[in-house]
C-alpha cells in the first residue's frame, strides 16, 4: 500500500511540474514580445526585408516579468522538492497511525484468559506453629459461617490443662491482651493481613508488644463453653473479615519411615 501511494505522488508531482515549467516559460515569452514590440522596416521595390528591433537573447536569459504586485519570482525546484517532501511524508505517517489504531483495536477485542484465584490462606500453609506443645487434640473442628454474623464456629478448640502455656503461632504484634465478656484474650497481628486470636488466657504480654515464633503469651484458663475436658484453648485465624480454619495454616509433619530389620533380632 505504502509503494502504491509513493509511485502515485512521484508521477503526480512530476506531471505537475512539468505543465507548470512549460506553461511559465511561454507566459515569460509572450509577456516580453508584448512589451517590447517587434518593428518591421519596409525595403526598396523589389526586395523584400524584414529587420527586427529585439535583441537575440535565449529564452532563459529573459528578464522578470514585472506586474503591478512586483515582480513574478522565477521557478524554484528546491519549493516543488520541498512541497512533495511534505506531502509523502504525511502520508506515510497517516498510513503507519492507522495500522496502530487497527492493531489495538484488534488486541482490545481479543479476550483475556482468566486469572487463576488463589485460596486466601494457600500462601500462608506451613508457615504457623501449633499454640500448645506437645500437638493437642481437637475437640472442636472449624465451622465456617454462611453469612458474617451467622452461626458457627470460627476457630478450633483445641484439648489443654489448666494454666497450661500458650505459644504465639507465628511472630507478630500484640493487638489486644484484656477481658472480653469476662474470658482473657490475646490477639496478633501478622505478615500478609493475618490475625489470631487465642481464648480464654491469662495473658503474660501487653498490647503493642513484638511478639516471636512460639514465644509464650499467657496460659489456659478453664471454662471455655461446651469443653468436654478440663481446659480448652480457642484458636481463631481470619484475614480481614474473612475467617480460616487455623490447622490449614499448619506444616504437615513429615512422616517417619522405619527401615526393616533384614538380620532379625
Not at 121 to 130: D, E, H, N
Not at 147 to 157: E, L, N, Y
Not at 160 to 171: D, G, I, R, Y
Not at 240 to 258: A, I, K, M, Q
Request: glycine share 10%.
Amino acid at each position: 500500500m505504502l509503494l502504491l501511494l509513493r509511485g502515485y505522488l512521484a508521477i503526480t508531482t512530476r506531471t505537475l511540474t512539468r505543465s507548470a515549467t512549460a506553461s511559465f516559460h511561454l507566459a515569460t515569452k509572450w509577456f516580453s514580445l508584448a512589451r517590447q514590440g517587434i518593428h518591421r522596416h519596409e525595403p526598396p521595390t523589389g526586395t523584400i526585408e524584414a529587420r527586427s528591433t529585439i535583441p537575440h537573447r535565449p529564452d532563459w536569459a529573459q528578464p522578470p516579468l514585472q506586474l503591478a504586485g512586483g515582480a513574478v519570482s522565477a521557478y524554484d525546484p528546491r519549493k516543488r522538492t520541498l512541497h512533495t517532501w511534505l506531502i509523502m511524508t504525511s502520508a506515510a505517517a497517516l498510513i503507519v497511525w492507522s495500522a496502530f489504531i487497527a492493531s489495538t483495536r484488534a488486541n482490545a477485542a481479543e479476550p483475556s484468559e482468566p486469572q487463576a484465584s488463589t485460596p486466601a490462606a494457600s500462601t500462608q500453609a506451613g508457615r504457623f506453629a501449633w499454640p500448645l506443645t506437645p500437638h493437642p487434640k481437637v475437640t472442636r473442628n472449624f465451622e465456617p459461617p454462611e453469612t458474617p454474623f451467622g452461626p458457627g464456629h470460627r476457630g478450633v478448640d483445641l484439648e489443654a490443662a489448666p494454666e497450661q502455656q500458650v505459644l504465639a503461632a507465628e511472630m507478630g504484634v500484640v493487638v489486644f491482651a484484656g477481658q472480653v465478656a469476662g474470658h482473657g484474650v490475646v490477639a496478633l497481628d501478622h505478615d500478609g493481613g493475618l490475625h489470631t486470636t487465642y481464648l480464654p488466657v491469662t495473658p503474660s504480654v501487653t498490647t503493642g508488644e513484638q511478639i516471636y515464633r512460639s514465644q509464650p503469651i499467657g496460659t489456659v484458663a478453664p471454662g471455655h463453653p461446651g469443653c468436654p475436658v478440663a481446659a480448652c484453648l480457642h484458636w481463631g485465624a481470619r484475614r480481614g473479615t474473612e475467617y480460616l480454619d487455623p490447622l490449614s495454616l499448619l506444616g504437615s509433619p513429615g512422616r517417619v519411615r522405619l527401615k526393616p530389620w533384614a538380620e532379625g533380632p
